[in-house]
């Protein structure tokens, strides 16, 4: 089997907030801490090679070439004081 990468890092992949929570000794291994992951991708239903994707850090991204280009839509408007988790795409 061979894995085809078809996107550069769609998340913020801030180091901050890729390692371990809950501390030293318990560390929490839930994972819904630890961000950087695409939570949300969904192809259009109306334009062929379109899909969109949303992250858990707070990115959307729309790619209209079958993947050869992504383009990041996320809103500039801050309204959450953490990057809200994108958890579908209309």
């Known amino acids: 089997m061979t894995i085809i990468g078809i996107s550069p890092d769609l998340t913020r992949a801030d180091p901050k ?3 371990d929570s809950g501390g030293p000794i318990t560390k ?3 994972g819904p801490e630890i961000y950087a992951t ?3 991708i969904a192809p259009s239903k109306l ?3 379109t899909i969109w994707t ?7 991204y729309i ?3 079958a993947c050869k280009n992504w383009t990041n839509i996320t809103s ?9 988790t994108a ?3 209309p």
């Open 54 to 60: 949303g992250s858990d850090d707070g990115l959307a």
């Open 76 to 84: 500039s408007r801050r309204l959450a004081p953490r990057p809200p």
């Open 63 to 65: 790619t209209r070439d």
């Open 17 to 19: 907030t890729l390692g």
């Open 47 to 49: 334009e062929p090679n």
């Open 87 to 89: 958890r579908s795409i």
């Open 28 to 30: 929490d291994q839930n």
């Open 38 to 40: 695409i939570f949300a």
